[in-house]
Antibody
Framework: QITLKESGPTLVKPTQTLTLTCTFS??????????VGWIRQPPGEALEWLAL???????RYSPSLKSRLTITKDTSKNQVVLTMTNMDPVDTATYYC????????????????WGQGTLVTVSS | QSALTQPPSASGSPGQSVTISCTGT?????????VSWYQQHPGKAPKLMIY???KRPSGVPDRFSGSKSGNTASLTVSGLQAEDEADYYC?????????FGGGTKLTVL
């Protein structure tokens, strides 16, 4: 059974750096084809893809946010960490992490398991 | 990369069929058979409903189907039920990244 859970601060101040952790179980991020992505959703708005890290440490970022994002993994802890610098009130959103897979034995190139999400508010 | 274009709203009566479109470009929807659709109820995480344009994950009713023509993908919900009322998002692989649509609110009248 695959599960993911996001954790981190619920409130950050403008210009601060946000650090979110995704702790997962039921799969290994060292298995070929596996990835974990981050997606956010401002209140009442659409989903926005942020970043993805693969089993081989390959990383992909949203072009519009690339300069502010860093995604890393700790395979031994079953965790993926996303950092976002220079936070602004427009970054207020629910942040989700999700399981992703590229192999033929899974739901290819889709986010098939999601965490419950964590609401991050940016305010002074 | 720009967000994929979806109609803001769609509606249908119970038992009817409704189709939601998702328009991209040759760099995303038109270029790859990796379009997925997600259902999101208020306050809940998204749920994968369709992957690889037209495939259904285990447990998703066959009332949900997907297709693609050129740069436009579509999600069809047949035999509408009250529980189908939700927001629906399309997504596409772009060759290196992922892009989502703006979402469609489906109302069951």
């Amino acid at each position: 059974q695959i599960t993911l859970k996001e954790s981190g601060p619920t409130l950050v101040k403008p210009t601060q750096t946000l650090t979110l952790t995704c702790t997962f179980s039921g799969f290994s991020l060292s298995s070929s084809g596996v990835g974990v992505g981050w997606i956010r959703q401002p209140p009442g708005e659409a989903l926005e893809w942020l970043a993805l890290i693969y089993w081989n440490d390959e990383r992909r970022y949203s072009p519009s946010l690339k300069s502010r994002l860093t995604i890393t993994k700790d395979t031994s802890k079953n965790q993926v960490v996303l950092t976002m610098t220079n936070m602004d009130p427009v970054d207020t959103a629910t942040y989700y992490c999700a399981h992703y897979c590229t192999s033929t034995s899974c739901y290819r190139r889709a986010f098939d398991y999601w965490g419950q999400g964590t609401l991050v508010t940016v305010s002074s | 990369q720009s967000a994929l274009t979806q109609p803001p709203s769609a509606s249908g009566s119970p038992g009817q069929s409704v189709t939601i479109s998702c328009t991209g470009t040759s760099s995303d929807v038109g270029g790859y058979n990796y379009v997925s659709w997600y259902q999101q109820h208020p306050g809940k995480a998204p749920k994968l409903m369709i992957y690889e344009v037209s495939k259904r994950p285990s447990g998703v009713p066959d009332r949900f189907s997907g297709s693609k023509s050129g740069n436009t993908a579509s999600l069809t919900v047949s035999g509408l039920q009250a529980e189908d009322e939700a927001d629906y998002y399309c997504s596409s692989y772009t060759g290196s990244n992922t892009v989502f649509g703006g979402g469609t609110k489906l109302t069951v009248l």
